[in-house]
């Protein structure tokens, strides 16, 4: 029974301090003020508010274009931004890997001849996005967040979830 106790203890510590260590990491990520760039890209994912802040920012003139990886079979939402009437211009695409990995391949094929990108995604996956597009485009990134209410059950998911993510990056070749 004791050495029960030591082991639950000792994962119990081991959790407290990756909580810890990754929290600037996760909950509290390097997060900018949008300024005007070339494009804004919006990362695939839940539909948290990440398109609205994207098509705002567009609407208000921070840039000429929206970039929309839609890597979904069927999302009303996406389908109708990539079939309406704006006033910049709308690109959508489908990432291939399925992954930021895609979307950071599909920005630098794009993203050629722009300097500056303004990406939207969402708290937990802004560091690891950072990291992804980082390796695949040379440009200034800047990251906005619609920062969604997140249950303490997603974040301990995002955790698991985003920490699995960086030790696949590490490995991935844009």
């Given at each position: 029974?004791?050495?029960?106790?030591?082991?639950?203890?000792?994962?119990?510590l081991?959790?407290?301090?990756?909580?810890?260590?990754?929290?600037?990491?996760?909950?509290?990520?390097?997060t900018?003020?949008?300024?005007?760039?070339?494009?804004?890209?919006?990362?695939g994912?839940?539909?948290?508010?990440?398109?609205?802040?994207?098509?705002?920012?567009?609407?208000?003139?921070?840039?000429p274009?929206?970039?929309?990886?839609?890597?979904?079979?069927?999302?009303?939402i996406?389908?109708?931004?990539?079939?309406?009437?704006?006033?910049?211009?709308?690109?959508?695409?489908?990432?291939?890997?399925?992954?930021?990995?895609?979307?950071?391949?599909?920005l630098a094929r794009?993203?050629?001849?722009?300097?500056?990108?303004?990406?939207?995604?969402?708290?937990?996956?802004?560091?690891?996005?950072?990291?992804?597009?980082?390796?695949?485009?040379?440009?200034?990134?800047?990251?906005?967040?619609p920062?969604?209410?997140?249950?303490?059950?997603?974040?301990?998911?995002?955790?698991?979830?985003?920490?699995?993510?960086?030790?696949k990056?590490?490995?991935?070749?844009?």
């Open positions: 029974m004791r050495r029960l106790l030591v082991v639950l203890g000792a994962l119990l081991a959790a407290l301090v990756a909580l810890v260590a990754l929290w600037p990491v996760y909950v509290r990520p390097q900018d003020e949008p300024v005007r760039a070339d494009a804004i890209l919006i990362l994912g839940a539909h948290d508010g990440r398109e609205q802040l994207g098509l705002r920012l567009a609407a208000e003139g921070y840039a274009r929206v970039l929309i990886s839609n890597p979904y079979e069927h999302s009303p996406v389908n109708r931004i990539c079939h309406g009437g704006y006033s910049f211009e709308v690109i959508c695409f489908d990432p291939s890997p399925r992954t930021t990995l895609g979307e950071g391949r599909e794009l993203g050629t001849d722009w300097t500056r990108v303004i990406v939207v995604t969402f708290t937990p996956h802004i560091s690891r996005a950072r990291y992804i597009l980082g390796k695949c485009w040379p440009g200034d990134l800047l990251f906005v967040d920062k969604p209410h997140l249950s303490p059950a997603r974040w301990a998911w995002d955790y698991t979830y985003q920490s699995a993510g960086y030790a990056a590490w490995f991935a070749h844009c």
